[in-house]
């Protein structure tokens, strides 16, 4: 990694032990760099040792490109992986964009078509970022890919059709090593990235982040709200208007939050998240990470036998990789609302359990696809006297 680079992502690293963990950035971003490196050579005829693209995370990055291949009507390049200090299975990795383009002078943006080459995984079941069949490439990369491209052609004043074609031939044998066949995603890796910066995973990092972030909260001695990330975030600002930047972002870590938050004296709090981490909560499960437990579907099965349903979409239950897929079958079956409440109720349980003599806790379990499938009764009031708080502490929160 560059020194240049280094120092952007420098308010991206933490700190574990005493000692500074270094951020990266991610396939996606990898892909958008040399997506837009291979175009500008292919329009341009000249050949560049690096790209820049801006990750949304903000940092502008400028990373240096490899195994560059020109050729009649095409161009292909590489950028290396550089995952930073995060324990990251794809660090190291080359990621490749092969640039075809039929273009023509004029002002209109460019046609941009992504696809998945070798290494990259294929959907193949639904619920995840990309419908069935597409390639794992998730929307915020394709946005990325999308972009670059997009300016390398404006600038020389054309239009037309790019494809772009994404490929990663270490992925074929990483896959096997991450959660992908198991999400319905096969034959390779998926290029991600919300932020296009790699976050080194410390555990400790991370806890003393929330507790920080509480802190903060408790101040204002109202309701403080919480949430696993983005999904969460842009599910409270859409559907009550809550600002992005209100709620404590807790990650995988629930049950630290909740400590967190009785530890600040936090009197009230409101968790919101997805079915399919939330359901854990129904569980006793804290930590929703996958590597630590994974019952979504015997827990969902267990509710949905409490709310009568047949033996027969049980078995398919179980069958499920994602929740989403679950969830769809519950729906069809018009249970969904009911065996959703029933999880409710069990998480509320175990939630009560964990949080501090006192202390009011409430949940919000929802889908993007479904919205809200059930809350506490407590939830909304919450949320309002939330609002009510925040002219005052919304600069701190």
Known sequence: MTKNNEALLQPFAVREKGKLLRAGYTTGTCAAAAAKAA?????????IEAAAVRTPAGPELLLPVEEIRTGPGFAECAVRKDAGDDPDITDGILIYALVRAKLQPGSDAAEVVIRGGTGVGTVTRPGLDQPPGEAAINSIPRK???????EAAAEAGLQGRVTVTVSAPEGLKLAEKTFNPRLGIRDGISILGTEGIVRPMSRRALTDTIRADMRVHAQGGGPVLAVPGNYGLRFLEETFGVPASD??????????????AGET?????LLAGHLGKF???????????SSEADARMELLCAHAVRCGAPAGLLKQILDCTVTQEAAQLLKAAGLLKAVSGSILR????????RAAEG????????????????????????????????PETGAEG
């Open 359 to 390: 202390m009011k806790t409430a949940l919000i379990i929802y889908t993007p696809e479904d919205g809200i499938l059930a809350e506490s009764t407590e939830a909304r009031p919450m949320l309002a006297r939330r609002a009510k708080q925040m």
């Open 144 to 150: 990325m890919i999308t972009e670059g491209v997009r």
């Open 39 to 47: 175009a500008v050579m292919l329009i341009t005829g000249e050949r």
């Open 346 to 353: 069990a998480a509320e349980a175990h939630v009560r359990r």
């Open 265 to 269: 004296g936090v009197k009230e709090l």
């Open 247 to 260: 709620p404590v972002i807790m990650s995988n870590y629930v049950g630290e939050t909740i400590d967190a």
């Open 279 to 289: 359901v854990k909560l129904a569980g006793g499960i804290m930590n929703t990470h």
